[in-house]
């Protein structure tokens, strides 16, 4: 494969079509409805309870790696559509294991936000 020298537009419209990306993610994909939805609830609780500066690293961080991780299931999904549009079982697999990825991603995340927001919201109670 023949290098290619570097180039200033090329790299602004790789941008481009990695804002495309973000796009399709956020307006076609139901999941990642669901995880943006949760995010905005935990956007607007982490200004509610005032979070510390570490504490919105971690809650950033998750809610960049859930949504990035829902991004490679929905590209894995719809290449392996694209590849075999009638059942496979290694297509299956494929797929499960991409799902289970966003799931493990998911709980980690509610596990850093019980971690982050339940001794806030304990100490309303004290």
Known sequence: MEKKKFNMADRL?????AGRGIARLIGREHNAWIHCAAAVCVVIA????????????????CIGA??????????IEALCDRVSPEYD???KHAKDLAAGAVL???????????????????????
């Open 104 to 126: 493990i991603f998911a709980i980690m995340s509610v596990v850093v936000g019980l971690l982050i927001f339940i001794p806030k919201i304990l100490s309303l109670f004290a």
């Open 66 to 75: 859930v949504l990035a991780a829902e991004g490679f299931n929905s590209a």
């Open 89 to 91: 079982e290694a297509i």
């Open 46 to 61: 982490g200004f509610l309870f005032r979070l510390s500066g570490l504490e919105w690293v971690a809650v950033v961080l």
């Open 13 to 17: 419209r790789s941008f481009k079509y």
